[in-house]
């Protein structure tokens, strides 16, 4: 541990030196090479110099990186003032008549320190330089390519917006913002990242966050220090409550309506740029059943939905194991005629069942990882290789039986029901069939009661991971294994919601 | 350090849990021999003769029903035998599906608790396996007759003991009843027997009747419409069907009672130092056949209809019961029980002599049968010129 603390701290001295404090001074030359100095082997920083046609005595100076800035802005409402318009008389080679009457720009500021410069320009903003001034102006000037919003592909709905977060921060910001206009909500802004400097905001309704968790999300950001935060998942993973354990305890979405909706029950949300994946949080084991469609759908058919997508992880988790213990330790289990079946089938298999079953598992696996970042055509190969080679190759050369193929696959295919909680459920189903291979469901029933004494452990927040399943409070009871309408949800999950906690009935 | 500790507490479990159950009573599903059913016979010197009935798994296609191979093992004990095979066959014989056990006629005379004691005791054989005594010479022999639809012997007798609650004629009896009954305060234990007859295409196995009990002896058997009118008494009617015969001017006419529900009811009367018996039988049915026509327009004739039926049915009761009084005198109708239930102190006195009490019963039978509707037919059909 001392070790770790002493490289933090390491980290921190170097970190300061490199923001040693450097001014501009009265010289354009000197100045430019200053910021030259800097940008050093980095060839798409641009240098422009520039002069006003009638008076061409001062000279002015614009850098930028190519391919950040919009080149037309910098071109209408830097160049073209400067160049083209006559300066008001009072201008005497003054940078303040600069910026308030001569830029055309919504932002921009005066600035004199080169290390801030030096990074408002990676940002994608010009700087301007004026001979005989040591200050400079940052004029937002900020323009690149971005994905243009798209349904996002993982949480696709057949009612609702269809709009999902994209790369750009501030893009998500106004998707949540055009949502929710109402003064209480927060973007609160950190800066993340010692090489990455990523603009990490936190959103929150003000008058329903429950401030606890908001003050220890912000402690914990602010003491994150690690090079660079490329995703939010990585920001999770920093700052999750129990980040050994094979289940989440903050939650992620790429629609901006659930992160609204999730904000009106008091949660907070953490966007990050160049992520199009925000965070949720306190996040609770029963959201990975949730889907924001529910809300938008007919009561019963989202009560059966959820239902279903409960049944399909209990499924997918102990279906394969339960094969196991019951062909291996508890046949009187099993119908006899079923029994008669499953029996012929696995005559002449060299294979004990734990190991056909783990081998297959295994290919499922594979087949499922192979898909994921194959192209179209490619992942249709894939299936069809899948298919023939598993499906009937194998049976017809009694290397696996049918059986197993079967359980393996409708393992596989409720374990697509819920994709979020794809990761736990996989070595959740592994340990399964190894605890039900050696000990039978005697076994798994000690595997179970393990996974569900670790699930009440675990915190997400300060918020116990199954609150909402361990309460009779119709706040807590109606809106988990089925959706109850939406009048019946008065209140707002206690703990979770601050002080504010009625849903409906109250008036601003 | 703290979680250094835990990990090893974790790897002891799990080791521990690896290493000293270490896969105890794993057994693979296709290394299992699975018996359907066991016939019990007696060898020609005393000892058991086994011969089971066992699924045919290694020439199993999946498009073709599973066969029966036949077995057979002999020792001095059922657990002996079992293992005997071994050096025979090779098969681990595995009875957690069993479903029948059939005692041969000289097994059920000598003792049934014999061969049943394994039965109980043995932890894979189950409870609710259907006991059966063959009426033939051997119990093995009604193996040899495929049964027309199913492939496996046992499979379609238990098959045939399930569809009994739409005939009644045969009372399914698990282990656990028979020992029940053979270790129960006043009753006599009942099995169903079987018995070889001709079908259409060769001969086949049937459920003939009943095999009647004192203590775990065999005593004789009824028919099966005895059976019927015993399962009346036993309150085991849960279907089937009354044939009433009417007389009416042109001859005996028939018509046919579905059994709805029926119910029934043993009362023991104490007066007089002297134990009498009440049989009250509430039977809901509806009239399912009209064979001669008989007209049944208008309550009246409905209630001569019921009467008729009913005087019937107390007869056939009343017959089975001296039938039984006088032939047996094992009391299968448990109706010494309903006197142990009922007045537990005259039971207390009466219990030593209850075999000589139980000869002279006197039993009185009151029938009731309901006639819900007359099917879809009001009035019979007119037969015209």
């Keep these: ?508 | 350090m703290n979680s250094l500790k835990k990990l090893l507490t974790l790897l002891y479990v799990i080791l521990f849990i690896m290493l000293c159950t270490a896969c105890w009573d794993y057994r693979e599903v296709d290394r299992l021999t699975i018996v359907a059913g066991i016939a019990i016979d007696k060898a020609y010197d005393d000892d058991l003769l086994l011969t089971f009935e066992v699924a045919d798994l290694l020439g199993a296609k999946s498009d073709k029903p599973i066969k029966s191979v036949i077995m057979e093992s002999r020792g001095e004990t059922f657990m002996s035998a079992i293992r005997n095979i071994l050096s025979k066959d090779n098969p681990r014989l595995y009875f957690g599906h069993t479903t029948v056990a059939i005692l041969s006629r000289d097994i059920a005379e000598e003792g049934a608790m014999k061969v049943v004691d394994f039965l109980l005791r043995d932890g894979e054989p189950r409870l609710n396996i259907n006991l059966f005594v063959s009426e033939e010479e051997t119990a093995s022999e009604l193996f040899k007759y495929k049964p027309s639809l199913t492939e496996l012997f046992s499979v379609e007798l238990t098959n045939i003991m399930d569809e009994q609650k739409n005939l009644a004629k045969a009372i399914p009896v698990p282990a656990y009843k028979f020992v029940n009954a053979v270790s129960g305060e006043g009753i006599s234990a009942v099995l169903p027997s079987l018995c070889i007859v001709d079908n259409a295409e060769g001969k086949t196995v049937k459920v003939c009747g009943t095999a009647i009990f004192k203590e775990d002896r065999l005593q004789g058997f009824i028919s099966g419409e005895d059976t019927f009118t015993l399962s009346f008494i036993l309150d085991e009617v849960k279907g089937g069907v009354i044939v009433a015969k009417k007389d009416s001017e042109t001859g005996e006419k028939k018509v046919t009672l579905e059994i709805l529900d029926s119910k029934t009811e043993i009362k023991p009367v104490y007066s007089d130092n002297k134990i009498s018996i009440e049989i009250n039988i509430d039977v809901k049915a509806f009239l399912n056949e009209n064979m001669g026509g008989i007209e049944l327009k208008g309550e009246d004739r409905r209630a001569e209809l019921k009467k008729c039926a009913e005087e019937q049915m107390n007869v056939r009761i009343k017959e089975l019961i001296k039938k039984v009084q006088e032939g047996y005198g094992a009391d299968i109708f448990g109706f010494g029980n309903s006197v142990y239930k009922n007045m537990p102190k005259v039971w207390k006195e009466k219990k030593d002599e209850w075999g000589n009490i139980f000869r002279d019963l006197e039993v009185t039978v009151n029938t009731n049968i309901e006639i819900k509707h007359l099917g879809l037919l009001l009035e019979p059909i007119k037969i015209g010129d």
């Design chain 1, 1 to 508: 541990m001392k070790t770790i603390k002493d490289m933090k701290n390491k980290r921190r001295l170097r970190n300061e030196s490199i923001n040693s404090k450097k001014a501009l001074n009265k010289s354009l030359e000197d100045n430019v090479n200053l910021f030259m100095e800097f940008f050093k082997d980095d060839d798409t920083v641009s240098v422009r110099y520039f002069s006003n046609r009638e008076q061409d005595m001062i000279k002015f100076c614009i850098i930028y990186i190519d391919g950040m800035v919009d080149p037309e802005t910098v071109n209408r409402n830097i160049l073209q003032p400067i160049i083209q318009r006559t300066f008001p008389k009072n201008f005497y080679g003054n940078m303040d008549v600069v910026l308030e009457q001569i830029v055309i720009a919504n932002n921009a500021e005066k600035l004199c320190n080169v290390d801030e410069l030096v990074v408002r320009i990676l940002r994608g903003e010009s700087v301007l330089l004026m001979d005989k001034s040591d200050e400079a102006i940052a004029i937002c000037t900020k323009g690149w390519k971005s994905r243009s919003i798209t349904e996002p592909e993982n949480e696709k709905v057949q009612r609702g917006p269809k709009e999902g977060f994209v790369e750009p921060v501030l893009v998500n910001l106004s998707m949540i913002r055009r949502r929710l206009p109402t003064p209480n909500l927060k973007f609160k802004k950190l800066v993340i990242g010692v090489q990455s400097k990523t603009d990490v905001y936190v959103c929150y309704l003000d008058n329903i966050v429950n401030k606890q968790i908001l003050d220890e999300l912000l402690k914990r950001l602010k003491n994150i220090s690690y090079d660079g935060i490329l995703s939010t998942g990585t920001l999770g993973e920093l700052i999750e409550d129990a980040p050994y354990s094979c289940f989440d305890t903050i939650g992620s979405t790429e629609r901006p309506d659930t992160a609204a909706a999730l904000m009106l029950t008091g949660r907070i949300i953490v966007l990050a740029d160049g992520s199009p994946t925000a965070l949720t949080l306190p996040f609770l084991f029963e959201e990975y059943f949730r889907s924001n469609e529910d809300y938008y759908i007919n009561i019963y058919f989202s009560s059966i939905s959820r239902i279903i997508r409960i049944l399909s992880f209990i499924i997918t988790v102990l279906a394969p194991g339960l094969y196991v213990a019951i062909l291996t330790f508890h046949q009187e289990m099993v119908p006899t005629p079923l029994l008669y079946s499953l029996s012929a089938a696995r005559e002449g298999i060299p294979f004990p069942t734990i190991l056909e079953t783990l081998g297959l598992l295994f290919v499922f696996e594979i087949l499922r990882e192979a898909g994921l970042r194959i192209t179209l055509q490619m992942g249709q190969s894939i299936s069809i290789l899948g298919a023939l080679v598993l499906g009937t190759a194998a049976v017809d050369a009694r290397i696996v039986s049918a059986p197993v193929i079967i359980v393996v696959a409708i393992s596989g295919l409720t374990g697509m029901m819920t994709l979020k909680i794809k990761g736990a459920s996989i070595i959740i189903r592994l340990i399964m069939v190894l605890l039900a291979g050696f000990l039978g469901l005697y076994g798994m029933v000690f595997g179970i009661m393990a996974i569900v004494f670790h699930l009440c452990t675990l915190r997400s927040f300060g918020v116990p991971y199954l609150l909402t399943l361990t309460s009779l409070k119709p706040e807590m009871v109606l809106d988990t294994a089925i959706r109850a309408p939406i009048w019946f949800l008065e209140k707002r999950i206690r703990f979770i919601a601050g002080e504010n906690r009625g849903h409906i009935g109250e008036k601003e």
